[in-house]
Every structure is written in C-alpha cells, then in structure tokens.
C-alpha cells in the first residue's frame, strides 16, 4: 500500500477538492479534540440532538430481525408515502411515492439527480454564492458548472434576466436554492414563481433543493417552486431530507421527488450503486415526519434569535457587512473591508486567508467564501450553541477590533 499511485486516479476526481464545508468542520473537532478550545461556525449541522421519539423509534428499529435486511433500493414504501404526505402538507406539492427515491442524505440526492440528468458537456447553472458541492457534482456527472453571480445589493437573489443572460444551447439545468445556503436569502413565492417560469419557458431542467424548507424567520415565506410554477413542474426535481429540520446530519436520510422516468432512473441507479438507506436511518425519518413538530418549532425559534444576536455583533464590527439573512442557519457578511489588513502578525489579502487567521489567533472556525463561489465572504453557521457562539464572536470582535 505505499505505492504513489496517485497518477492512476481518474481525471474525474484528481482535480477534486475536499468538501470545504466538512473540511472546516473536521479541522474544528480535531483542534478540541486535541484540547484547543477552538468554537466552529464551520459546517451547518444543528447542535440539537435529534428529538426523543426519533430515537426511540430507530433504536426499535435496531430491534426488529425483519429489517435486519435490504429493503427497496429507492427507499421503504411506508417512509415514501410519508414524504409524500409532509410534503403535500407543508409545501402544497402533490407527488406520488413512485416519484420519490430515497438517498442517503439530501448530498445524495442531489448526486443521483446530476448523474442521471447530465451527459458530458451539459451546462447547468448555479446561482452564486452556492452550496459547495453543487458544482462539483455536476463536473462529477461530466457536465458543465456556470456560476451566475449574484450581488449583496440583490439581496443574494437571482433573477430570471441573469439566468437567461448565462444560458447557451448547451444550458440543461439550473440549480434553485431556497432558503439558500451560504447566504441565508429566501426568495419570495413571486420570484420563484418567475424562476420557474422562465425555465419552463426555455425548456430546463430545475433541481430545487428545498433541504432548508422549514428553516424561514421574521415575515420570509418558504415556496416550494413546482408549487408556485406548475409549468415547470414536469422538469423540476424537489430536494430534501431530515438533516437540517430534525437535527438528524447524522442519519443521512434525503429525498428526491422527481417525474416518474427520472425518479425511476435514479432508483435503477441506487440499485447499483448503494442499495437501500439503512433501514434504522429510514424508520428514524419516518418517526420525524408523522410525529410531533413542536421541537421543530423550538429549534427554528431558537436559530431565529441567534440571527439578531451574530448579526448585531458582526455588523458592530469595523470591516464586516453583514446583510440579515431570512433562512437557513448562516450568516454570510462581506469581509472585503479587512482584507489588506494585519492580522495576528499576518497580513490577509484574501478571505481563505482571513479565516486560516481567525482560526489561529480567535480560535474560531469560519468557511471563506472560496467554497462557495464568492470570495471576500465568510460563511458562519449559527446552529451551535448560543453562548458559543457569542463567545467565538466577541473573540472575532476582539482579534479584529
Ligand atoms: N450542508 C452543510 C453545510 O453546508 C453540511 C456540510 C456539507 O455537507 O457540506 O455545511
């Protein structure tokens, strides 16, 4: 095993970069786990543990010698029909269970999506800042990633004009995301409605990651955007999962619900690839979907006050612009006002640089703006505990102030 085979890797990944997001949160755990007491705004992963009735559930689960074995490839027709069900009652969608497969974490979803969408030189387009691993997917599925930049003035929102300003005959897809991680925007039912429009209108697929679903504060409104745009339904594929609504990262249990053929594709493909989620995982999501929300609630209003608290306390800070974010658990200020500036004895040109600093001399984990198609940014994750994280950032105020 010490032989430098790595000439031997395919082109596919040897350009691939780690996960910057987990990269950021791995290095957090080691640091504490080495006894630095290091705070992480790194990866967006609720610090709540999953509520009891999900546990409870997963450890019968355990228990139970019938799924003791492989259940369907696309996922338990009971936990289907229980996608089905919440999502029609959250989010007005009306699917069948034929039209959902269940992957291992919305990650894989998305994953299975790309694959059986795109052919070799296919464009899709992602809005920027985006979600780390969007476009590397893509290029995984030998397709195209085209970033359309968005500004903070917008509000982080794209608009039809831009994405049809960035389409050639090549365009296939176009990644939607909202509530959006990294920069906490929701776009309104109107707009969405309009993104919908316009791809139904040009003949493109939509990937809608809605993982974000029910993270959405003050008087932003979640739309689901087939709902809002029925005219694009027959391309758009929904994305989802437990992760972020439960506080089950853990358990790796996301969903897709696409048209019949697509959906059908993707199962034929897990059928391959990874067989079912694990069933204890699966019998977990289904506690979570037809059991009580009022922890769901908790935690929302929790992440909700956590949102004024770091962002008073980022905006107080000389060099930092912080826009209020609507959804999702991230702050994404612009940090291009202290770059130049001296740092810990370093001087920062560059956000991935800012973050390497704060790091060492602030002990706070942040992911730059690099990851996420946008640099001069910082991302910070507010679902960790709330007097961590006025601690990390009265650190930052402190090393920058
Ligand atoms: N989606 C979360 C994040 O952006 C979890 C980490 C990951 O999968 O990238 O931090």
Redesign the pocket.
Known sequence: MTTDSTADLSQRVATMSE?A??AV?AKAKELRAAGEDVIGF????PDFDTPDHVVEAAQAACADPTLHRYSPAGGMPVLKQAIVDATAAHTGLEADPSEVVIANG??HALYNVFQALLDPGDAVLIPAPY???YPEQVALAGGEPIAVPTTLDQGYKVTPEQLEAARTPRTKAVVFNSPN??TGAVHSPAEIAAIGRWAAQAGLWVIADEIYEHLVYGDAEFASLPVVAPEAAPRTVVVSGVAKTFAM?GWRVGWTIAPAPLSKAMGTMQSHATSNVANVSQKAALAALTGPMDQVTTMRETYERRRHVAHEKLNAIAGITCPLPEGAFYLYPSVEGLLGQTIGGRTVRTSGELCEALLETAKVAM?PGEAFGAPGHMRI?YALDEQQMITGLDRVAEVLG
């Open positions: 996960s997001t987990l949160s790194g990866a967006g992963e919305g990650k979600w780390t691993s991680n990294p990262t992911v994750s």
